[in-house]
Every structure is written in C-alpha cells, then in structure tokens.
C-alpha cells in the first residue's frame, strides 16, 4: 500500500527583484516543487495546504484543490513538478505544509512539506 513514506517532497525558492509586485513593501519569490513517487501503485494529488509565515511573524494560509488547477496523477516512480510563488511584507519568510494525496486502493494520505525558507539575498532577519 502506497503512504507517506513513498511520497519525497523537494522545493527551491529563488527571489523574483523584478517582479511587478516587488517593490519598496513587497517581496515576490517563486518556488519550484518537484514531488517524487517511489511506489509501486499511482497516486493523485488532492489538496494543497500551505502555511505561509513572514518575518514579522505573520501568518497566511492557503488552501484549496490541487496545485495551479490540476490534481495531477503521479505513476510510480515517477515525478511531478510545478513552480510557482508568494508574496511577503518582509524580505524572509518561511513556507511549510501539506499535500492530500489519494493511491489506486482509494486511501487518503497527507504528505508533509518540511519547512523552507523564502530569502532575499544577503537578508538577515
């Protein structure tokens, strides 16, 4: 049976300066996802949870189905990759949370998105 342990989650973030919505209080990023399936049966990716905290402390939470309108389906050993980004009052920030995700057997499983940090270069907070 497919779980969480057959499920990596890796991200990389880049800052975006010359964003349209960076600016003087602004602070664009984009981060890349890329979600590996290491078992044996496919899995769709249902939900998206994100908690979204700036430098100051404050808190955003995302929520919805998918990611960027798909629910994609990951066949075993394979992978599935999107970008995308968030936008922040500070110039750091942190990201974290989870994906629902569903195997072939219908069984739900939440899959944890370790912390990450969103960083203008050379920021210090």
Known sequence: MT?????LVAVSTRHLPDHPA?????????????????SQQ????????????DGNGK???VKGEGVLGK???IAPHD???????????TPVGSMQGYY????EDGDRFRVPIEIFSLR???AIN
């Open 42 to 53: 496919p899995v769709q990716l249902l939900h998206r949870y994100w908690l979204i905290t």
């Open 120 to 122: 203008v270069p050379n």
């Open 100 to 103: 629902e995700m569903e195997n």
């Open 79 to 89: 992978e599935y990759q999107y970008t995308s980004g968030a936008l922040l009052d």
């Open 59 to 61: 808190n955003t939470e």
């Open 22 to 38: 960076s600016g003087k209080d602004k602070y664009a990023f984009a981060y890349r996802v890329t979600i590996r399936n290491h």
């Open 71 to 73: 629910q994609p389906v």
């Open 3 to 7: 779980g969480v342990s057959d499920i």
